[in-house]
């Protein structure tokens, strides 16, 4: 039973669109949120985080959005770039647990 | 600037044999991870270290070990491989806790 759910294998986007990554997740427990990225042959680099307490963060082109009562959060990538194209994991943090539970990725490609 | 170091990069293990992934980080990190990620998953959380001295199962442990060694070292060890080990290993630090990890490049294990 996937915790947390990306639904969106892959996704291909324009140079210079928004890019929308989704994930949703179903332990209530969940009370912080990561968005790691991974190219191929490397591991994944953390991006961007969000508290429960918080329904945004921003950092550059890169916003998280959090709507605890529907249990998803969003990356947002604007505008996309080629060097965006990669794999994008969405992870949560349960508290009392020193752990995060991964999604399974969604593959972004930007398209020149 | 090295940060988290797995070797070996690749193995190839018969059915049955043992070996010992091991990893280092130069952070003076006090926590440290194993994952494991398989095709269509996310990564999954196999053993982790919150502190030198200290070990704790995560979501898949059977048929591993972990040693952490020192403050550096976290090594994990398949003591007979299974064709069902087959995967990607990361290993990971954080400066305490598990909020933002710091990621190898990864050991791809191959078990015939």
């Known amino acids: 039973d996937q915790q947390v759910k990306q639904n969106s294998p892959s996704l291909s986007v324009q140079e210079g669109r928004i890019s929308i990554l989704n994930c949703d997740y179903t332990n209530s427990m969940f009370d912080y949120f990561l968005w790691y990225k991974k190219y191929p042959a490397e591991g994944p680099t953390f991006l961007i985080s969000?508290?429960?307490?918080?329904d945004k963060n921003e950092d550059g082109r890169f916003t998280v959005f959090l709507n605890k009562s529907a249990k998803h959060l969003s990356l947002h990538i604007v505008p996309s770039q080629p060097g965006d194209s990669a794999v994008y994991f969405c992870a949560a943090e349960d508290t009392g647990r020193r752990a995060l539970t991964f999604g399974s990725g969604t593959r972004l490609q930007v398209q020149p | 600037n090295a940060g988290v170091t797995q070797t070996p990069k690749f193995q190839v293990l018969k059915t049955g044999q043992s070996m010992t992934l091991q990893c280092a980080q130069d952070?003076?990190?006090?926590?440290m991870y194993w994952y494991r990620q398989d095709p269509g998953m996310g990564l999954r959380l196999i053993y982790y270290s919150a502190s030198e001295g200290t070990t704790d199962k995560g979501e898949v442990p059977n048929g591993y070990n972990v040693s952490r060694l020192n403050k550096r070292e976290f090594s994990l060890r398949l003591e007979s491989a299974a064709p069902s080990q087959t995967s990607v290993y990361f290993c990971a630090s954080s400066e305490d806790g598990w909020m933002t990890q710091y990621f190898g490049a990864g050991t791809r294990l191959s078990v015939l």
């Open positions: 969000i508290s429960s307490i918080k």
């Open positions: 952070m003076n990190h006090n926590s």
